[in-house]
């Protein structure tokens, strides 16, 4: 897409994303040690806040992250 955003996760992982209805789906191209399990990928995250410049998604409403777009 177009924006980049970074969340506040210990697995960083990187690759394309889209909205389908109140999820984010990210299709993951990379990722860090921790995480490479899920290269090639969706993760589906449900989208519970969305401002200008961030929004806040997660599995459920107790495992939540922040992203914050990058300028």
Known sequence: MGSRFDGSDS???SGTW???GD???IHVLQAGPGA???VGKDLA???FDIQKDSFVA???K???LTW???K
Do not use: A
Request: no cysteine.
């Open 11 to 13: 697995d960083s992982y």
């Open 18 to 20: 889209r909205v389908e």
């Open 23 to 25: 999820q984010v789906v």
């Open 36 to 38: 490479s399990d899920i």
């Open 45 to 47: 995250w449900i989208i």
């Open 58 to 60: 997660g599995y459920d």
């Open 62 to 64: 107790e495992h939540k």
């Open 68 to 70: 914050t777009r990058v």
